[in-house]
């Protein structure tokens, strides 16, 4: 499976992105799809992970109710659509992928990896 992430940049304290994970290679509903992120000098942390068929998702608690995760397997694209967003959501965002597993907040679960996009969320 390969995985390109795109859609970061640099946006005001509150505002909006959304994020797009292109996947390739396998068939994407049996992949679990994972965002990541990274600040600098900071450990990966986990954001939002979606099952396969896009019917399960789960949140860390720094995010819930201020992101969402969706996917849409006819275009093999998993989204994250980040709102109301904050200077500590400043990173590097990370989509992962984990073939025939269930869902999980762990990196080490995930087996493929896209090349990280920048999200700065400036003052």
């Known amino acids: 499976v390969q995985l390109q992430a795109s859609g970061g940049g640099l946006v005001q304290t509150g505002g909006s992105l959304r994020l797009s994970c292109a996947a390739s290679?396998?068939?994407?509903?049996?992949?679990?799809i994972g965002w990541f992120r990274q600040a600098p000098g900071k450990e990966r942390d986990f954001v939002a992970t979606i099952s396969g068929g896009g019917n399960a998702v789960s949140y860390a608690d720094s995010v819930k109710g201020r992101f969402t995760i969706a996917r849409d397997n006819a275009k093999n694209t998993v989204y994250l659509q980040m709102n109301s967003l904050k200077p500590e959501d400043t990173a590097v965002y990370y989509c992962a992928g984990r073939p025939f597993g269930l869902r999980s907040s762990r990196a080490t679960d995930y087996t493929y990896w896209g090349q990280g996009t920048l999200v700065t969320v400036s003052s």
């Open positions: 290679g396998s068939t994407f509903s049996d992949v679990v």
